[in-house]
């Protein structure tokens, strides 16, 4: 059994930051690619960013290129995502994701099996 544990979100102010985290056992931080999705209100679910077992390969969405950060800590078995110079549309649940270490299509859906309950982020001033 699978289970990831987002944690982190809340409301911020435009331009601020948030440090989301997920935390999972250590075998499914060890043998799976991880990643971050969000779904906005009224919207699909979209990729946001991956980061291999090894940490290695890493994949930004260009929405967010250059303001958050995904990392992994193998010490806690727990994945990252640092949120900087947030924005009103960043606005959305956002989720963890756990799938196939080397995917065809890493920002795809169809590559992860395992999902989290998701943490809200609003940002608003």
């Known amino acids: 059994q699978v289970q990831l544990v987002e944690s982190g979100g809340g409301l911020v102010q435009p331009g601020g930051s948030l440090r989301l985290s997920c935390a999972t056992s250590?075998?499914?931080?060890?043998?799976?690619?991880l990643g971050w999705f969000r779904q906005a209100p009224g919207k699909e679910r979209e990729f946001v960013a991956r980061?291999?077992?090894?940490?290695?390969?890493?994949f930004y969405d260009d929405s967010v290129r250059g303001r958050f950060t995904i990392s992994r800590d193998s010490a806690k078995n727990t994945l990252y995502l640092q949120m900087n110079r947030l924005k009103p549309e960043d606005t959305a649940v956002y989720y963890c994701?756990?799938?196939?270490?080397?995917?065809?299509?890493?920002?795809?859906?169809?590559?992860?099996?395992?999902w989290g309950q998701g943490t809200r982020v609003t940002v608003s001033a």
């Open positions: 980061i291999n077992p090894t940490g290695e390969y890493i």
């Open positions: 994701a756990a799938g196939i270490p080397a995917p065809e299509f890493p920002t795809s859906q169809a590559a992860y099996n395992y």
């Open positions: 250590r075998r499914t931080f060890s043998m799976y690619g």
